[in-house]
């Protein structure tokens, strides 16, 4: 038997699209395409709606996520860890994409704040560490207030 492996699986309509080793066997090659929550209409049209607003849509766009996600999964042999590396890719993405936001787009940044707090709460993720919330409340009761944490900035400089 050789100690080189050929695998290779293309599954364009999972998601994960494909898996390969590279030629020397040093990696695996797997490339995942996970499906990304959307807001439900013109996000331009929120820019001066309530929290309460926005974290409703955000709700909406988190349980049309499941769905697609789940629906996605269908092809996958081990859907379950499929699942949960698409939950914490998408916090992560979700936390990324809050990070690169500007001034101005604090409308984006709870929903996109909201999202991932939502999505770190899944029952499938239970138990690992995704960070801190990125909506902290301020107050208390019917006064409390969300925010977001302060973003932090990523280094481009190549490893």
Known sequence: MSSYLSFQWPNPHGVCCYR???????????????????????????????????????LAA????????????????????????SIVLMNEQLRLTIDDLGDGDDHLKLFYGFAADEIAKMKEVKGLDLGKEVV?????????????RRVRTRSTDPV
């Open 136 to 148: 902290k409340w301020v107050g208390s009761g019917r006064d409390a207030v969300p925010v977001f």
């Open 62 to 85: 988190v349980r049309l996520w499941k769905k697609i996600l789940h629906e996605r999964l269908s092809s996958e042999t081990y859907h379950k860890h499929m699942k949960i590396s």
């Open 20 to 58: 390969s080793f590279d030629n020397p066997n040093d990696h695996s090659v797997i490339a995942i395409k996970v499906p990304w929550l959307q807001w439900p209409n013109d996000p331009l049209e929120d820019v001066h709606s309530p929290w309460w607003v926005i974290q409703d849509k955000t």
